[in-house]
């Protein structure tokens, strides 16, 4: 059986029994990176266990030999933050699971994307995930107005390095869109900066550095 295990965002709160006792019970644990998650097992006191890597670099080689492995015993699939599959590694082992007849047993939790959505004050009746956005102009711009064009709340993930980029092309294609930026959820400088895509780019320019984990929503309504 394979459990698919959300973590917490930045807070070591954010985890629920369930995900706990779960990683106490299986017999063995996946990880995007082992060395990261063996603090959280820990924390957790589901250590010592046996953890092995699936992430990108390494799925293709390692999907089959852990479905086989899946069929016998019953593994936890964790992410180095929040829920796994969720631009993260995961579905390809959920496909290969689902394909082999593994059963699948999803355990909620922390998801940036929501939290973001659901702090905003944007419209949540009807949102489009997109990820993290292609880089240039012309695809983020498009990628926007197919949410745009859906009457959705847009969320994406973007890193403090390229979000005055982002937020330019945003300002030139939806100049009275009106824009959030969740910045460093669940932990000590939580912080919600909203306003019009210029007013945003103003407000971070002040700042002595652009830093954090960044979560951005977009309503174009
Ligand atoms: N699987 C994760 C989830 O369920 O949210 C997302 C993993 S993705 C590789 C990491 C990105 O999520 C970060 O670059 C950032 O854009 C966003 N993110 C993760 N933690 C966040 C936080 N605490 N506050 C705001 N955004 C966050």
């Known amino acids: 059986m394979l459990y698919i295990v959300a973590t917490p965002i930045g807070n070591m709160g954010d985890i629920t029994l369930r995900a706990i006792e779960t990683l106490k019970a299986c017999a063995f644990v996946i990880a995007e990176n082992p060395h990261y998650s063996k603090r ?3 924390h957790v006191g589901a250590w010592p266990k046996e953890v092995v890597q699936f992430a990108e670099f390494n799925e293709q080689q390692v999907v089959k030999d852990l479905t086989r492995r899946l069929k016998k015993e019953d593994g936890c699939l964790i992410t180095d933050a929040g829920t796994p599959g969720i631009s993260d590694p995961g579905f390809r082992l959920v496909r290969e699971c689902v394909k082999e007849n593994v059963q699948i047993v999803p355990i909620p939790g ?7 959505l659901c702090a905003s004050g944007l419209p949540t009746d009807k949102f489009m995930f997109l990820g993290f956005l292609q880089k240039t102009a012309a695809k ?6 197919s949410a745009s064009d859906a009457e959705a709340t847009a969320i994406f ?3 403090p390095e390229r979000i005055l980029k982002t937020l330019s092309y945003i300002s030139n294609a939806f100049p009275a869109s009106q824009v959030v930026i969740a910045r460093e959820l669940t932990k000590m400088h939580e912080e919600f900066i909203r306003g019009t895509p210029l007013d945003i780019i103003h407000q971070l320019k002040q700042k002595p550095s652009i830093k954090g984990e960044m979560t951005v929503l977009i309503s174009f309504k």
């Open 40 to 42: 959280l097992l820990e």
């Open 140 to 145: 983020t711009v498009s990628a926007l107005q």
């Open 110 to 116: 922390a998801n940036a994307a929501i939290a973001a």
């Open 157 to 159: 993930y973007e890193s």
